[in-house]
């Protein structure tokens, strides 16, 4: 671990914005906070693992009041410097968000790019619904966005999927499917001089996710393959899974 931030610290905090992925693209970001506000309504929206706001910001402009938990200090810095993005416009409270908790109810929490996998056990996980479901007012809505584990692009003996591969940076991920711990890995080549960054993840089933959602009292309501809801198929790479609170 970097820091107290976490593995998210100063340095993957000063390139977090790149826009070099499918996750930047506008078209993308719009359909993302269009499908988080309708679901927000009237209500307040809850971010975990806000970051440098990539969604929490259009989500704010779009009307919906959003306070985010985030663990790393460098990723908030940023928000921070963002216009929209300070202390009287966005909420932050600094903590892990499995067990953190903020003030007030809210309609909407939601969890974004994979992030559920940011926790590395299923314990973790399971807390981080009873977690969401206690900020929840009654028929609010708890959205994952995650990806499907990529097991079929394994061979027999083969641990590593790669899924950048450019002349001076190359990324692949590491999967133990003995106890779905995974890792993504990234080597970077500057002026003749390597560096190397590993993320550890744990990878999590859809039928995982809605018995985790059971456990904390909410029924999955809808599944999709993408935020423009396309339907979700044995063939889906992710899935956005909305759970909902009993009134």
Not at 50 to 59: N, V
Not at 86 to 114: C, K, M, P
Not at 167 to 186: E, F, G, H, I, K
Request: charged share 25%.
């Amino acid at each position: 671990m970097e820091n107290d931030d976490g593995y998210f610290g100063e340095q993957a905090a000063a390139t977090y914005d790149e826009p070099d992925g499918e996750m930047f693209r506008p078209a993308v970001v719009d359909a993302t906070a269009d499908f988080l506000a309708g679901l927000a309504g009237d209500g307040r929206a809850l971010e975990l693992g806000i970051g440098t706001g990539r969604i929490a910001l259009p989500l704010a402009a779009r009307g919906v009041p959003v306070h985010g938990i985030d663990m790393s200090r460098a990723m908030v810095r940023r928000l921070r410097a963002k216009p929209g993005g300070g202390a009287d416009d966005i909420g932050v409270t600094i903590g892990d968000f499995a067990t953190t908790r903020a003030d007030g109810e809210f309609s909407l929490a939601y969890l974004v790019f994979n992030t559920i996998m940011n926790l590395t056990s299923q314990d973790a996980q399971v807390e981080c619904f009873r977690n969401v479901a206690a900020h929840l007012a009654p028929s609010g809505c708890f959205v994952i966005e995650v990806v499907v584990p990529e097991l079929r692009k394994l061979p027999p003996g083969q641990t590593a999927v790669p899924f950048r591969m450019t002349p001076t940076r190359w990324a692949y991920d590491l999967y133990d499917v003995a106890t779905q711990a995974m890792s993504s890995n990234y080597i970077e080549v500057q002026d003749g001089r390597g560096s190397f960054r590993s993320i550890p993840f744990r990878y999590v089933w859809p039928a995982e996710l809605d018995l985790m959602a059971r456990i904390a009292g909410l029924r999955l309501r809808e599944r999709w393959e993408d935020w423009g809801r396309e339907p979700f198929t044995n063939e889906s790479g992710r899935h956005v899974s909305v759970w909902e609170k009993p009134a």
